[in-house]
Every structure is written in structure tokens, then in C-alpha cells.
Nanobody
């Protein structure tokens, strides 16, 4: 399984970005897909996750109302739309896949596959 994240970059505070994560080698579309991030000097943290159907999603409190996760199973791709970006959103963003079927609290799942990360920098 390979996950290819893209879409990061430099943006001013208040701006928007859309991250994409294309997966190859997945044997099922029922896997839960997620996004995590790691800021310099900090531990990796959960950002958002989405069920296989796209009907359910969970967000970290810090991004709720600003970020939207979505997926296109036909393309094996998950997206993270980030609006109203803040300097504290600066981090390397990683996409991940878990075989765990979504049933709530995806921030606690063990994720089986990880992408290489895409860097997001938000200037003030």
C-alpha cells in the first residue's frame, strides 16, 4: 500500500488549502481514512478521519468548523479542505489508513499505513 499526499504549501493566515492523499494497493474501500499532523518540536496529533462511505467524520477540536475531510472511493483519494488557516496549523500533514471499520473515536485507532507527509506553512 502506498499513500501519496500532496497539496501543501505556504499560505497567509486566513487562507485556504486542499490536501489530497491518493492510495494505491488498497484491497478494500471500507477502510477508515485519516489525517494527522506534526508541528516542529511537537508530537503527531490527530486532525480528522472519515468513514468508508463518507457519511461520518470526526475532527480534532482545534480544526472543527474550519477543516473538512472528504473522500472519493472511485479514485481511492481522501481530501482535507482547510479554511481560515492559522499560524498554529503549520505542520507536516500525514494521511493514514486503518483497517478498522469506522465506529466512532477514530483518533484512537491503530493506523496501518502512512503517507510521506506534505508540509503546510501558515504565515501571520
Amino acid at each position: 500500500v502506498q499513500l501519496q499526499a500532496s497539496g501543501g504549501g505556504l499560505v497567509q493566515a486566513g487562507g485556504s488549502l486542499r490536501l489530497s492523499c491518493a492510495a494505491s494497493g488498497l484491497t478494500s474501500s471500507t477502510y477508515t481514512r485519516g489525517w494527522f499532523r506534526q508541528a516542529p518540536g511537537k508530537e503527531r496529533e490527530f486532525v480528522a478521519a472519515i468513514s468508508w462511505s463518507g457519511s461520518s467524520a470526526t475532527y480534532a477540536d482545534s480544526v472543527k468548523g474550519r477543516f473538512t475531510i472528504s473522500r472519493d472511493n472511485a479514485k481511492n483519494t481522501v481530501y482535507l479542505r482547510m479554511n481560515s488557516l492559522k499560524p498554529e496549523d503549520t505542520a507536516v500533514y500525514y494521511c493514514a489508513v486503518t483497517r478498522t471499520i469506522y465506529s466512532g473515536s477514530p483518533q484512537n485507532y491503530q493506523y496501518d499505513y502512512w503517507g510521506q507527509g506534505t508540509e503546510v506553512t501558515v504565515s501571520s
